[in-house]
Each structure stands twice: as structure tokens, then as C-alpha cells.
């Protein structure tokens, strides 16, 4: 890709927002980003990758990384998702501190801040005060007072409601402000650099999270077997050169750890499994511009968040 039009002036680099689970912080990399691309759930530990956004201004391209949320880790998995973590404040060039404005600031944020400084001493971070909905406007100021303590008395401090478009704009600015000079990453009309399946098999796995208590959440994977155009659907997409197909095929199996929680996914008489095919497929189809057929199977993976074999087998 030939970079050299970029204009003078012209900034890009990486941001990593990082902070405990349920933060916010993928709610807030779709809202900068203007279309969904991390998927969302009630539960803690949702995010399992670092997934980047492409924010694109008029001098700038912010990539922006969702990470998994930091936190004690309970099974290797967890181990492995917070060395993930770790390894991307090397990787970027501006850390986003995301605090929730309906709870206080305690020792998590303050350890997770300690991991920033520990891992890139030199690294900007900049202070991101989420949920700026949930709570009256005494209770932001004092969560503002709390966070410019925590990071200290010249950080950079932004208060943002991602549901309700506030302050994205200023955030966005006072992140560019950090970023170098430097080309475009990507072209204008990216949002993300994830593959396609990989965003099916998040979808999937966002509507087999609906609902959901305890710990089943953390022991649903699920991965992609096979997806390609049926050769038997007549071609879509008139006036376009490659005439693909109408409808897609999509393969995938959901890995739970044990059958008593396969009882609970596919439901009584199939039909939370069948809920969770006609969520998933309604939001494939809105990615992808297509029909879908989606065959969703469930097995079981004994243990696998803590199964070195399991785990590469998933991807971890």
C-alpha cells in the first residue's frame, strides 16, 4: 500500500484501553469506531483478545485495542488472557485507563495501573471516566477527584458516556494529541483487522451469553468448522462482478466444559439453542449483507479453560 500521500502533520499509532472487567471498555471501542466490532455481554471477561478498532479523523488514525479485562486469574486461561494484556502496553503508544463512574476506585485499578508503569514506564496514559450515565453529576465529580489522584495532578482526565455519545469526541482528540506522526495502518473504509470469522464465532458466542449466571459464562467457546457460499442458492448481489451467492453456509461448534452445563445451553426441547441460532443469525447476516445458514452443534471440552491442549486447540 503506497503511503505516501499522507499529509503533513498527519498522526497514527495505538491505543490500548485497559482496566478491570466490566468497564466498558468494548462498549466504548464500538462507539468510537461507529459500528460494532467487540462483541458485549453482563458478564466480567467477556473480551478474550485484543480486538482494534480503526478510528479515522481528518489528520488522524487512531487504532484503538480492547483488551481483556485484568483480574485475579482463577484457571490458565485467566493467566494467559492477562499476559495478553501485558504484552500489548509494549505494543501501543497511548494506554486508556477506563474507571467505571459507578463504583470507586480500589485496588484493582491500582494494581492494574502498577502492571502499565511496571511493563512501559515512559507510556502516556490518559485517565477515561466510563458510564458518565449512571451517576448524578456529584458522583462524577468525585470519581474526576479520585482518578486525577490516582494517575496524578497533570493527567489527562476525560469523563465519557459511550451509550449516550458523550464527550467521544473530546476523548478522541485528547488521544490523537498523544499519538506520533506518522502514515495511515490501514485504508479509510477499515473498521477492524479482525477476520470474518473470527467475528461470526464472537457473535455466536454474545448470544450464548445472553442470560447466563455463575460461572457457565467463562466455559463457552466457540469456534468456526467450515463457511462457504452454497453453490445451490442463485447469485446475489446484482451489478457486482463477483455475483456471489445469496447465502453463506456456517458450520460452528460451542465448547462447554461439562454435559450439566450442555443441559442449560440447548434448553428445554432445544429451544434456547434455537434462540441463540436466530440471534447469532440475525447479526451474521447483518455483518455480512447475505443470507446465512447457521448449524450450530454443542460438545463438550472436559476442562478446557485449564487445559494447555484444549486451550491451543482454541486459539489461547
Not at 504484552?87 to 476506585?105: M, R, Y
Not at 476523548?171 to 498523544?178: D, F, H, I, K, W
Request: aromatic share 4%; proline share 7%.
Amino acid at each position: 500500500m503506497d503511503f505516501s500521500d499522507t499529509p503533513e502533520g498527519f498522526r497514527s499509532g495505538f491505543v490500548s484501553f485497559v482496566g478491570r472487567p466490566n468497564t466498558g471498555k468494548s462498549t466504548l471501542t464500538n462507539a468510537l469506531v461507529g459500528e460494532k466490532i467487540a462483541i458485549m455481554a453482563d458478564q466480567p471477561e467477556t473480551t478474550r483478545h485484543p480486538i482494534r478498532g480503526i478510528v479515522n479523523t481528518e489528520g488522524a488514525q487512531m487504532i484503538v485495542v480492547d483488551t481483556p479485562g485484568i483480574h485475579r486469574p482463577r484457571t490458565l486461561l485467566g493467566e494467559r488472557l492477562n499476559e495478553v494484556v501485558k504484552e500489548t502496553f509494549t505494543d501501543v503508544d497511548v494506554v486508556g485507563l477506563t474507571v467505571p463512574a459507578d463504583e470507586k476506585i480500589g485496588p484493582g485499578d491500582r494494581f492494574i495501573l502498577q502492571q502499565v508503569r511496571d511493563t512501559a514506564p515512559t507510556m502516556p496514559i490518559v485517565g477515561i471516566l466510563t458510564k458518565l450515565d449512571k451517576v448524578p453529576k456529584d458522583v462524577v465529580g468525585e470519581r474526576l477527584v479520585e482518578l486525577h489522584e490516582l494517575l496524578g495532578p497533570n493527567s489527562e482526565v476525560v469523563p465519557v458516556s459511550a451509550t449516550e455519545q458523550v464527550q467521544l469526541d473530546v476523548l478522541t482528540e485528547v488521544l490523537v494529541s498523544q499519538l506520533p506522526e506518522g502514515p495511515r495502518f490501514y485504508p479509510e473504509d477499515h473498521v477492524t483487522d479482525e477476520d470474518i470469522e473470527t467475528r461470526i464465532s464472537e457473535l455466536i458466542r454474545e448470544a450464548a451469553l445472553s442470560g447466563l449466571r455463575d460461572e457457565l459464562p467463562h466455559s463457552v467457546a466457540v469456534q468456526i468448522d467450515e463457511m462457504y457460499p452454497d453453490p445451490d442458492a442463485p447469485a446475489g448481489h446484482q451489478g457486482r462482478e463477483d455475483q456471489e451467492p445469496a447465502r453463506m453456509m456456517i458450520y460452528a461448534v460451542l465448547y462447554l466444559e461439562r454435559p450439566g452445563q450442555k443441559d442449560i445451553i440447548v434448553g428445554r426441547d432445544g429451544r434456547r439453542l434455537q434462540s441463540i441460532i436466530q440471534r447469532s443469525r440475525k447479526q451474521i447476516i447483518a455483518l455480512l449483507g447475505r443470507n446465512v445458514y447457521l448449524d450450530l452443534r454443542v460438545k463438550i471440552l472436559k476442562n478446557w479453560q485449564s487445559n494447555p491442549k484444549h486451550l491451543g486447540r482454541l486459539g489461547f
